[in-house]
């Protein structure tokens, strides 16, 4: 009979998996494609059905809103994941990076999926003042997660300080540009007109 106490203390150990670059790699991989497969499901279309594919579509009113890889509220995706890094490295500072950031974009495709739902879509559209909303497509909300990773990535790399001018920048910014964004749009929701 072979020894095999020198191998099982490392699957004894927690978090043995997910210490491996691949594992990660494959579960960030499946949450992506379970957003997918669920906004497919859900009869989001892949790209835009207005016939244009585009980086950026700045106008909220157009038809490429919420369709397009980023538009003005893929900042507000970035300062989600600002967010999300703020709160998983109080809530859990002694898990790796490699952790809060699968949380992160875990957190970002759940969201994505929820968002698009009817009753949050008509929750938006059905708001006082704000742009006409009919979901996203496949490819929005690909970008959406890509912005929240960003975020996340972008508020670990700076004091805390520069995420809170950021974040203050990001919301001004919104507002200014497009009468939108986290304040105003929460405001609406519950029923202010501003």
């Known amino acids: 009979m072979t020894?095999?106490?020198?191998?099982?203390?490392?699957?004894?150990?927690?978090?043995?998996?997910?210490?491996?670059?691949?594992?990660?790699?494959?579960?960030?991989?499946?949450?992506?494609?379970?957003?997918?497969?669920?906004?497919?499901?859900?009869?989001?279309?892949?790209?835009?059905?207005?016939?244009?594919?585009?980086?950026?579509?700045?106008?909220?009113?157009?038809?490429?809103?919420?369709?397009?890889?980023?538009?003005?509220?893929?900042?507000?995706?970035?300062?989600?994941?600002?967010?999300?890094?703020?709160?998983?490295?109080?809530?859990?500072?002694?898990w790796p990076l490699s952790w809060t950031l699968l949380l992160a974009i875990g957190s970002s495709a759940i969201w994505e999926m929820v968002e698009n739902t009817s009753f949050v879509v008509a929750m938006f559209d059905g708001a006082a003042g704000a742009p006409s909303y009919s979901g996203d497509s496949v490819l929005?909300?690909?970008g959406d997660t890509v912005f929240v990773t960003l975020g996340f990535v972008f508020a670990r790399a700076v004091p805390r300080w520069v995420s809170l001018l950021a974040l203050a920048a990001i919301e001004a910014s919104i507002a200014f540009a497009i009468q939108d964004g986290f304040i105003l749009g929460t405001l609406r929701v519950f029923g202010v007109s501003v």
């Open 3 to 94: 020894d095999l106490a020198p191998v099982l203390p490392r699957f004894r150990h927690r978090g043995f998996l997910l210490r491996r670059p691949l594992v990660l790699a494959a579960i960030a991989l499946l949450s992506l494609l379970t957003m997918l497969a669920w906004l497919r499901f859900m009869g989001r279309p892949w790209v835009c059905e207005c016939g244009t594919i585009a980086i950026w579509d700045g106008d909220p009113h157009s038809p490429g809103a919420s369709q397009q890889f980023a538009d003005w509220y893929s900042f507000l995706h970035v300062a989600l994941g600002m967010g999300l890094y703020a709160a998983l490295s109080r809530l859990r500072p002694h």
């Open 140 to 142: 929005n909300a690909f």
